[in-house]
């Protein structure tokens, strides 16, 4: 069965820091994509980062990163320099059996001033 | 003008009431999704289409019904629902059902379902 794990309900996070959140999967496919959405409270989903089981480097975009292990099953999104802006919840995805895509249970980023 | 653009944002009804909710994309993208967000419950998929065919329904309640008369426009027909329906509703689309590599889902903003 494929399953995406998120452990951190949430976090506490001073503004300009940088901050990790956690994902592990579970998957015997293998070839896989990883997905990063945020999801302000107005509750839009914005889709953030993307990696595929086979990249090589870790993705990146902007302040966005994604520390992938793949012996671990992790997929862990870097925010650097973390902005008020980016309080939110945030999403690991999966892309599952028959290219849908699973979902976490999220968590709620706060960021302090 | 975001891609996906679902109405109405809120919607309040009693158990007995029948409405539906839209979706529309103007990515041009051929498969279109609808996902129910519960409080401090995943993302649960409940359909899928692709280029106007259902390709997927994940157990929902027939108080649900979809309808997708084109590959832009997505319909989420509610009656008889239950308090236990109050959620937020997302209606996404992507490239194509089934397409891999990074084709990310992009999301409308939600309708917050509330059940009297």
């Known amino acids: 069965a494929q399953k995406i794990t998120q452990t951190q309900p949430g976090m506490f996070v001073q503004e300009k820091e940088a901050v990790t959140l956690d994902c592990t999967y579970d998957t015997s496919d293998p070839s896989y994509g990883l997905f990063w959405y945020k999801q302000p409270s107005s509750g839009e989903m914005i889709f953030l980062i993307y990696?595929?089981?086979?990249?090589?480097q870790n993705a990146t975009e902007g302040r966005y990163s994604l520390n992938f292990q793949k012996a671990r099953k992790s997929a862990n999104l870097v925010i650097s320099a973390s902005q008020l802006g980016d309080s939110a919840m945030y999403f690991c995805?999966?892309?599952?059996?028959?290219?849908?895509?699973?979902f976490g249970s999220g968590t709620r980023l706060s960021i302090r001033p | 003008e975001t891609g996906v653009t679902q109405t109405p944002r809120h919607l309040v009804m009693g158990m007995t009431n029948k409405k539906s909710l839209k979706c529309e994309q103007h990515?041009?993208?051929?498969?279109m999704y609808w996902y129910k967000q519960s409080a401090k419950k995943p993302l649960e998929l409940m359909f899928v289409?692709?280029?106007?065919?259902?390709?997927e329904n994940n157990s929902v309640p027939s108080r649900f019904s979809p309808e997708c008369p084109n590959s832009s426009h997505l319909f989420l027909h509610l009656h008889t629902l239950q308090p236990e329906d109050s959620a937020l509703y997302l209606c996404?689309?992507?490239?194509?059902?089934?397409?891999?590599?990074?084709?990310?889902?992009?999301f409308g903003d939600g309708t917050r379902l509330s059940i009297l």
């Open positions: 996404a689309s992507s490239q194509n059902y089934g397409g891999g590599g990074n084709q990310p889902q992009h």
């Open positions: 990515l041009g993208h051929n498969a």
């Open positions: 995805a999966m892309r599952g059996r028959l290219n849908t895509i699973i």
């Open positions: 990696q595929g089981s086979y990249d090589q």
């Open positions: 289409y692709s280029l106007e065919e259902r390709v």
